[in-house]
Nanobody, 116 residues
């Protein structure tokens, strides 16, 4: 099982940007899909974006045009570039592969707070 560790969160003003990183403990070359999820206080965890091993991407409607997911298999890392951030983007962000989701073995996540 690949261990995934999120980083890069922080406090940012509305309209600002952040780049989140998801570092894997070993090669993710053969990991078909990696996804970013987020969970806001009092809300269910939701998928934000996912990327396949071929680089195909899918985004939630709420982040289309603002967020970009990418992967660097040479660095075993998946990124989430977040631009034009809004207060409603405030949440704890998690990355996951299908095993994490199936086994409910989520990491610590990284807090993103968008506030003036």
């Amino acid at each position: 099982q690949v261990q995934l560790v999120e980083s890069g969160g922080g406090l940012v003003q509305p309209g600002g940007s952040l780049r989140l990183s998801c570092a894997a403990s070993r090669s993710i070359f053969n990991v078909n899909v990696v996804s970013w999820y987020r969970q806001a206080p009092g809300k269910q965890r939701e998928v934000v974006a996912r990327i396949s091993s071929d680089g195909d991407t899918v985004y939630a409607d709420s982040v289309k045009g603002r967020f970009t997911i990418s992967r660097d298999n040479t660095k075993n890392t998946v990124y989430l570039q977040m631009n034009s951030l809004r207060p409603e983007d405030t949440a704890v962000y998690y990355c996951a592969d299908p095993t994490v989701v199936l086994t409910n073995s989520w990491g610590q996540g990284t807090q993103v707070t968008v506030s003036s």
